[in-house]
């Protein structure tokens, strides 16, 4: 019974300062440009997920990396409020100007631009853009990319 005990006990004290990590990359090359949250704000377990980190403004050609992880301060401060604050790390990578890796790391294709669409076009001119782009990227086999203006 004391075994059982103990080695319950062992496996929740080292489950419990593990740093939990996630990385997501997009194939792009990666630029030196980033974003860094070392707390953003998670509650109850991370159900409540924290605000969507608005990247567009600082990363202009769109995201190489997205990697989020419960440091050891994270965690922390997580078992100290029971879950119900469970902070995160974000850290975002930009992508570096007009190209995207292809499945040999060693290739890169330029993107090819369809065109600009205007946010207050309506939802059939939007639908209209993308079929067009992806009519273009099946016939040539290329990546291409539609522009939403502001």
């Not at 004290?13 to 998670?42: F, L, M």
Request: glycine residues 8%.
């Amino acid at each position: 019974m004391r075994l059982t005990t103990a080695a319950l006990i062992g496996t929740i004290c080292i489950g419990g300062t593990a740093c939990y990590h996630a990385t997501i990359t997009t194939g792009r090359p990666v630029s030196t440009d980033s974003i860094s949250i070392p707390w953003a704000n998670s509650f109850v377990y991370g159900l409540v997920p924290p605000p969507i980190v608005e990247a567009a403004a600082k990363c202009p050609n769109g995201v190489a990396r997205v990697e989020t992880q419960h440091s050891f301060l994270n965690s922390l401060v997580g078992a100290l409020t029971f879950g119900i604050y469970t902070p995160i790390r974000i850290d975002v990578t930009c992508a570096a100007p007009g190209s995207v890796k292809t499945s040999d790391a060693s290739t890169i294709v330029p993107l090819e631009p369809v065109g600009t669409v205007d946010q207050s076009d309506d939802s059939t001119v939007r639908a209209d853009a993308m079929n067009r782009a992806a009519t273009i990227a099946r016939e040539t086999g290329r990546a291409v990319y539609v522009q939403f203006a502001r």
